[in-house]
């Protein structure tokens, strides 16, 4: 109990955490709290750089051209053509999800302003 009377309320957290670093080596030379990087590697999870997963960058430009369109794909306003997806697949991508789903963004921008100018 509490203060008045009242019960103190439950709380049921988890908190996820992503990290580039090699906890090992940084609890090693101090720059990480032991006690964290063994609740951190409780349950770790290895994915290797977007420039390796193929698949995901064939998946997600579409899906998110599509979100931001939010409207069917025309000829000029909604499609990645072939040389652009080439592109982002040649690219080292080492800002991961996040810079991809941005460039993705502008490029929807840019190929909607050029369907509306004609």
């Not at 670093?21 to 750089?49: H, N, W, Y």
């Not at 592109?87 to 369907?115: F, Q, S, T």
């Amino acid at each position: 109990m509490r203060g008045w009377g009242t019960p103190q309320p439950k709380a049921d957290v988890r908190i996820l955490g992503a990290t580039n670093a090699d906890l090992s080596a940084a609890v090693q030379e101090g720059r990480f709290a032991k006690i964290c990087s063994t609740v951190q590697m409780s349950f770790p999870i290895d994915l290797p750089p977007l420039c390796e997963r193929s698949a995901t960058l064939r998946l997600w430009p579409s899906e998110w051209l599509e979100i931001f369109r939010g409207a069917k794909p025309t000829r000029s306003c909604g499609i990645f053509p072939t040389r652009a997806l080439q592109r982002l697949k040649a690219y080292d991508w080492p800002g991961n999800l996040r810079e991809l789903r941005n460039v993705v963004e502008r490029a929807a921008i840019l190929m909607c302003i050029r369907h509306y100018r004609g």
